[in-house]
């Protein structure tokens, strides 16, 4: 196995960024990973003076797949996560649904003891570690490791966990894959900006999916096939999703509109991912066990 530093962090996902490592197609990579302060955040309370803004959901990478090109897909399979054993979340006036409530940023250290998160007023809850930002190198310019896109990147996606798949769609050579911002626990929104924030490790397989036309990211889970859609607005990325479903059922299974319209209205679920970021991300699941019926694969 290819294991790569946290030290080999990156702030945004691009074209030009050097390979930090390279690995070939089936190959398998360890990346360790910072929380998304960078490890800034050390004690609970105000916001520190020294924190730097500008280090902020670092990903670790970006790693270079060999036979991955334009117009692939790249296929990443979450073989495991593991995180710290402590954990940040923070609540400000400049992120976060709930930031007209707070009047300066607030940093809470989150203790994790045998798989369970200590909330305080003496709330347990057992983990459920997932990644924040995975994606690869965009077309066009930088993007950001803190804002999401067609790329992948910061999809605060609770599916994106141990055993699921992620499909990215590839636009530069090598694929250019990146991946950090761990979290321990999240809930879907991610309301105030962050989740149980962790550093960690990740392992990941890649290969890649020829013949699968994407143009946003996928995500499959044992249960689930989801398409995920960003947008500036959560109705613009709800209805991204849904179309999006619509289309991969027509053209990978052969539905016809009226079908699978129906069919995504009765069993599909339409969900919030995140809310905070630059871009909103939605995502549309359909269970697998209801798309076997129809003998074909998804994906």
């Not at 105000?46 to 902020?56: L, N, T, V």
């Not at 459920?128 to 996606?157: L, Y």
């Not at 321990?184 to 990740?202: F, K, Q, Y």
Request: aromatic share 4%; net charge negative; glycine share 12%.
């Amino acid at each position: 196995m290819i294991r790569l530093s946290r030290e080999r962090s990156v702030y945004s996902l691009s074209a030009d960024a050097p390979p930090a490592v390279r690995v070939r197609l089936g190959e398998t990579v360890e990346l360790e990973t910072a929380d998304c302060f960078a490890g800034q955040v050390v004690a609970p309370g105000r916001a520190p003076a020294a924190i730097d803004g500008e280090r902020i959901n670092p990903a670790t990478g970006p790693v270079f797949v060999e036979g991955a090109g334009p117009g692939d897909v790249l296929a990443v399979f979450v073989e495991r996560i593991e995180v710290a054993g402590r954990g940040v979340m923070a609540v400000s006036p400049e992120f976060g649904v709930t930031r007209d409530r707070f009047r300066e940023t607030v940093f809470e250290v989150v203790e994790i003891e045998q798989g369970i998160v200590m909330l305080r007023g003496g709330v347990r809850v057992p983990i459920e570690p997932m990644i924040g930002v995975i994606g690869v190198a965009p077309s066009g310019a930088p993007v950001a490791c803190g804002s999401p896109g067609a790329h992948g990147g910061n999809m605060d996606t609770r599916l994106i966990g141990e055993g699921a798949t992620v499909y990215l769609p590839v636009s530069a050579p090598g694929a250019l894959l990146a991946a950090g911002d761990l979290q321990a626990l999240m809930g879907d929104g991610e309301i105030c900006g962050t989740g149980v924030e962790v550093a960690g490790r990740v392992t990941l397989r890649v290969d890649v999916r020829r013949g699968l036309e994407v143009t946003n990211p996928l995500v499959e889970t044992p249960e689930v096939v989801a398409t995920i859609a960003l947008a500036e607005t959560l109705d613009e990325a709800a209805d991204r999703a849904t179309l999006d479903m619509a289309e991969l059922l027509a053209t990978r299974l052969g539905l016809p509109a009226a079908q699978a319209s129906m069919l995504m209205s009765a069993a599909g679920r339409l969900r919030v991912s995140q809310v905070v970021d630059p871009l909103k991300t939605a995502r549309f699941e359909m269970p697998k066990a209801i798309l076997a019926s129809f003998g074909g694969d998804l994906i």
